[in-house]
């Protein structure tokens, strides 16, 4: 059995390659090798590499930028998602792709759950609900998992920009009016896994969306002085950069962003038959991985 990751190089793409290829034959695809922005290219080159599972980790994440990049966001988190889930039909091959909370508004008072109504208040999001739309094909084998605030040792993300800024500056200012839970691509990694275990295994999960982040809530402010506080316990240095609360608009966005980002995971839980952890649980391993690049 073959697996083709398409979007190797990115943060949840390097974390699944890390963790898969001990136990399955992986393929890992690149943007020189698949551009996909070359629609024609697709199938040609999912058809040579003949996979029995595709894993897309691949998408366009500049939320501000996609403001401005509205074809290329579009391209890559929808055009392209129809062109391999065709030849994924096609060829019978299993699907796994990932989505995002922004799909939603953020307006609801209660964490979402999979069917609720989407309403994305920006290109990326919406660029990101017309890539799922685009993988809702009859007698089509695929799962989707939304996600939410994303972090590893890979990659861009939060806790990395915390860290830089903060090494050189004394003082952050930090958003403290959205809430949602931070998600570290080893859960992301566990649930995919889990599904293509299931899979070989003849336990094929039903075809369709599964929300995945970590229990509890949290904002980003109360994320970063918790980065900085694991920080400090490396460097007394981050003991001396001060955070301040800030309201979102305050902050010079492009995109506007959801204000609630907490997703409902009792479908996944049911189906794991395990508890997801809370938001904070994986954090310091991630920080401190981080922090090791600049020992």
């Known amino acids: 059995m073959k697996i083709l990751i398409i979007g190797a190089n990115g943060q949840l793409g390097n974390a699944l390659c890390e963790r898969l290829e001990k136990k399955f034959k992986i393929v890992r695809s690149f943007r020189k090798d698949l551009n996909l922005t070359n629609f024609q290219n697709i199938k040609q080159y999912i058809t040579n590499i003949n996979p029995t ?29 129809k062109e391999i889930a065709k030849v994924a ?16 508004d953020g ?6 759950i ?60 930090i958003v403290n009016d959205q809430i949602g839970a931070i998600t570290s691509t080893n859960l992301i990694c566990l649930a995919t896994e889990k599904a293509i275990e299931d899979f070989v295994n003849f336990k094929k999960w039903e075809s369709g969306i599964y929300h995945l982040s970590s229990r509890g809530k949290t904002t980003w402010f109360e994320i ?4 900085l506080k694991i920080a400090s316990h490396k460097n007394i240095s981050f003991e001396k950069v001060k955070v301040k609360p800030i309201n979102t608009n305050n902050y010079k966005y492009l995109a506007k962003r959801p204000t609630n980002s907490i997703l409902d995971c009792s479908k996944i839980e049911k ?13 310091e391993d991630v920080v401190n991985s981080i922090l090791k690049k600049y020992e």
């Open 53 to 81: 599972i595709i894993i897309n980790a691949a998408a366009y994440t500049e939320v501000d930028k996609a403001e401005q990049n509205k074809d290329l966001a579009f391209s890559i988190n929808s055009t392209a998602v």
């Open 89 to 104: 039909k096609e060829k019978n091959i299993y699907l796994i792709h990932y989505s995002t909370d922004y799909v939603f």
């Open 107 to 112: 307006l609801k008072d209660k964490p979402y």
């Open 114 to 173: 999979e069917n609720d109504e989407t309403n994305p208040l920006n290109i990326y999001g919406k660029s990101k609900l017309s890539g799922e739309k685009n993988l809702n094909l009859k007698d089509f084998d695929y799962l989707i998992f939304r996600t939410s605030w994303i972090i590893s040792k890979y990659g861009k993300n939060f806790i990395k920009t915390i860290l830089k800024l903060s090494m050189k500056r004394n003082y952050l200012e």
């Open 224 to 227: 970063g002085e918790r980065i």
């Open 271 to 283: 189906r794991l038959n395990f508890n997801i952890p809370e938001w904070d649980s994986g954090l």
